[in-house]
T-cell receptor
Framework: GQNIDQPTEMTATEGAIVQINCTYQ??????LFWYQQHAGEAPTFLSY????GLEEKGRFSSFLSRSKGYSYLLLKELQMKDSASYLC???????????FGTGTQLKVEL | EPEVTQTPSHQVTQMGQEVILRCVPI?????FYWYRQILGQKVEFLVS????????KSEIFDDQFSVERPDGSNFTLKIRSTKLEDSAMYFC??????????FGEGSRLTVL
């Protein structure tokens, strides 16, 4: 089966940088996704890594190391609206299935 | 921008009743999914559907659940006899071939 671990909660200050880590153990790995989810809403796509390295997209960057089973999401210039749950998810072949971690609840404070 | 649409947005039902949740995936997408999220918990995979058949299902997706693509556009999730613990947000998602899964806004099911 799949095992995906990420911290439950994090707190950061407006304007700062925060890094949310994710470790995973899975078979048939086909990519790693990060989604943002506000309470009561659907997950929205942030980033997708298939190969090792850093993907940058505006204020958000995501890193993947397949050999270490590790990824992180980096959020720069934090804004209050970034307060949300950040979901690490692993895509596996076969059923082309996306499996989510429990999510990291990020609180951005003044 | 194309989107996945779901109906109803909220349904309240009595325990033991049948419920059908409807989804219209993005038109050129090939893979379809149902996920659920119990309040305060993680997003859980239920089932994936490709080429008019189930490609994978989770342990949650027991005999009470079924999926169907009755025509070229709709993708439905049926729960035959709802239980209290089926109360959750149900998300439909679709995928073209690879890359991003697009999620619908969700259908909140409340079982009384």
């Amino acid at each position: 089966g799949q095992n995906i671990d990420q911290p439950t909660e994090m707190t950061a200050t407006e304007g700062a940088i925060v890094q949310i880590n994710c470790t995973y153990q899975t078979s048939g790995f086909n990519g790693l996704f990060w989604y943002q989810q506000h309470a009561g809403e659907a997950p929205t796509f942030l980033s997708y890594n298939v190969l090792d390295g850093l993907e940058e997209k505006g204020r958000f960057s995501s890193f993947l190391s397949r050999s270490k089973g590790y990824s992180y999401l980096l959020l720069k210039e934090l804004q209050m609206k970034d307060s949300a749950s950040y979901l690490c998810a692993v895509f596996t072949g076969g059923g082309n299935k996306l499996t989510f971690g429990t999510g990291t609840q990020l609180k951005v404070e003044l | 921008e194309p989107e996945v649409t779901q109906t109803p947005s909220h349904q309240v039902t009595q325990m033991g009743q049948e419920v059908i949740l409807r989804c219209v995936p993005i038109s050129n997408h090939l893979y379809f999914y149902w996920y659920r999220q119990i309040l305060g918990q993680k997003v859980e995979f239920l089932v994936s559907f490709y080429n008019n058949e189930i490609s994978e299902k989770s342990e949650i997706f027991d005999d009470q659940f079924s999926v169907e693509r009755p025509d070229g556009s709709n993708f439905t999730l049926k729960i035959r006899s709802t239980k209290l613990e089926d109360s959750a947000m149900y998300f439909c998602a679709s995928l073209e071939r690879a890359g991003e899964l697009f999620f619908g806004e969700g259908s909140r099911l409340t079982v009384l």
